[in-house]
């Protein structure tokens, strides 16, 4: 059975639902420049407007009542709260005390991540997330927002996924600000911890009653190869995914095998005392799980992803897969003593959805929903402290690179008319709180 104070809510994140890129003095994002940027995003898509929240926020605050959702987790446009010389925008900041007041009067918690991927152009340009300085800018950003909103949030995360801002920003180029080099994401990956660390300082200082964390996404490596090579490709890979951002944050150091079996000429810029800083004490980890990759060896000593035939997959083409889910959350707890209590601050998948009828009956999510429920219930049973579920999304958004043709909501967006429909799936959160609360 569920803790009684088990917590179910939706996430949405900034750029994927705001719109209004220039207005109330917002600056440009690396996401503006990116997806303005021919051949980066499908079709084209920007998040200009995206689902509009940012005009319709107060009916958004009557939509995520109306699913009976315990908690929010959204996050803060850093170029809407700050101008280019680190000066607060009023007229930003107030949007989210607005956002946050509105949705305590509600009664719902609210979960804030600081940086969901939208760094203000201006430090882009000065060598982002490469230059060390950037860290000591958030810091900054994270002292403001906590002394601004202190009291009207129940959990601060710093970072949203720094593995995806790294590698997809800086390694693979996929995403803002989409370059590509190893030495760059290791730069990155270091330079974002450190942020981290500077930051849950500030949050610390300024608002002591808040939970403080971060948000990771992990990665459930496995092979279906049979030699001794496939199998350390598949512990490779999750080393890559997750060791690298867990062991600095609980262990305080990066993993060995990295700098001797993937990284070689591309070490991150650690300076003496930077992993005592990003080592500090965590009130609560967010795990964002989606699916599992399978690999195998390559010829150079790595992994290489070979995709599984035959396996149930989302309209992203990730393999749908609870069982990882657990998997990894039992080996976590197996593999750091302190590990903080967990929330699982993403997981969901994106259907072909229509509106028919007025309805969208998304039966693969709901199954999917309950699927990794379940698989956090047995991680539960198996010891690890988790202790809610947010699922991605509140609505349809702006998928990054994939535009608007993917959909994750448990909300419908029409965005010709932004009319919200409310999936099939949005019952989910319904049954499980009643479940979770025992009939009477
Ligand atoms: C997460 N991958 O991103 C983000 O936190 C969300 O903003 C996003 O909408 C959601 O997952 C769905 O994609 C990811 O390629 C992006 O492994 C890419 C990957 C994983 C997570």
């Known amino acids: 059975m569920w803790r009684k104070d088990f917590l179910l809510g939706v996430a949405t994140a900034a750029y994927q639902i705001e719109g209004a890129v220039d207005e109330d003095g917002r600056l440009p994002s690396i996401w503006d420049?990116?997806?303005?940027?021919?051949?980066?995003?499908?079709?084209?898509?920007t998040g200009a407007v995206a689902c509009d929240h940012y005009h319709r926020w107060r009916d958004d605050v009557e939509l995520i009542a109306s699913l009976g959702v315990e908690a929010y987790r959204l996050s803060i446009a850093w170029p809407r709260v700050m101008d280019a010389a680190g000066r607060p925008n009023e007229t930003g900041i107030a949007f989210y005390r607005n956002l946050l007041q509105a949705l305590r009067e509600k009664g719902i918690q609210t979960s804030?991540?600081?940086?969901?991927w939208d760094l203000p152009q201006h430090l882009e340009d000065a060598g982002g997330w490469r230059n060390r300085d950037t860290a000591y800018r958030f810091a900054e950003y994270a002292d403001l927002?906590?002394?601004?909103?202190?009291?009207?949030?129940?959990?601060?995360?710093?970072?949203?996924?720094?593995?995806?801002?790294?590698?997809?920003?800086?390694?693979?180029?996929?995403?803002?600000?989409?370059?590509t080099s190893v030495v760059e994401a290791n730069q990155a990956m270091h330079h974002l911890l450190l942020g981290h660390g500077l930051a849950l300082q500030?949050?610390?200082?300024?608002d002591p009653a808040s939970q403080k964390g971060i948000?990771?996404?992990?990665?459930?490596?496995?092979?279906?190869?049979?030699?001794?090579?496939?199998?350390?490709?598949?512990?490779?890979?999750?080393?890559?995914?997750?060791?690298?951002v867990l062991d600095p944050l609980l262990k305080c150091r990066y993993p060995a095998a990295l700098y001797e079996e993937l990284w070689q000429d591309a070490a991150p810029p650690v300076h003496d005392g930077d992993l005592a800083l990003i080592a500090a004490p965590l009130d609560f980890l967010g795990?964002?799980?989606?699916?599992?990759?399978?690999v195998r060896a390559d010829d150079n000593g790595g992994y290489v992803e070979v995709p599984l035939e035959g396996v149930e997959r989302t309209q992203m083409g990730w393999e749908v897969h609870p069982d990882g889910l657990r998997d990894l959350l039992v080996g976590f707890h197996g593999r750091y003593a302190n590990l903080p209590p967990i929330y699982i601050t993403e997981n969901g998948m994106a259907c072909d959805d229509?509106?028919?009828d007025g309805q969208v009956v998304d039966g693969q999510r709901i199954a999917f929903l309950n699927r990794h429920l379940a698989a956090v219930d047995q991680a539960v049973k198996a010891g690890v402290d988790v202790r809610g579920y947010f699922i991605w999304s509140l609505m349809d958004n702006f998928e990054w690179a994939f535009g608007y043709e993917r959909r994750f909501g448990i909300v419908h967006v029409d965005y010709a008319t932004q009319r919200r429909t409310v999936k099939r799936s949005a019952q989910l959160v319904r049954d499980f709180l009643a479940q979770r609360r025992g009939r009477p």
């Open 33 to 45: 420049t990116f997806s303005a940027t021919p051949g980066k995003v499908l079709h084209g898509d």
């Open 215 to 244: 948000v990771i996404n992990v990665g459930r490596g496995t092979t279906d190869g049979d030699t001794a090579a496939d199998r350390r490709a598949a512990e490779l890979f999750e080393m890559q995914h997750n060791d690298w």
């Open 145 to 179: 927002m906590s002394r601004e909103l202190a009291g009207l949030v129940d959990f601060w995360s710093t970072l949203n996924e720094p593995w995806c801002s790294a590698m997809h920003g800086y390694g693979t180029g996929h995403h803002a600000p989409g370059r």
């Open 354 to 356: 229509e509106v028919v």
């Open 287 to 294: 795990i964002n799980y989606y699916f599992r990759t399978n």
């Open 112 to 116: 804030v991540t600081l940086y969901h």
């Open 202 to 206: 500030a949050l610390r200082r300024n």
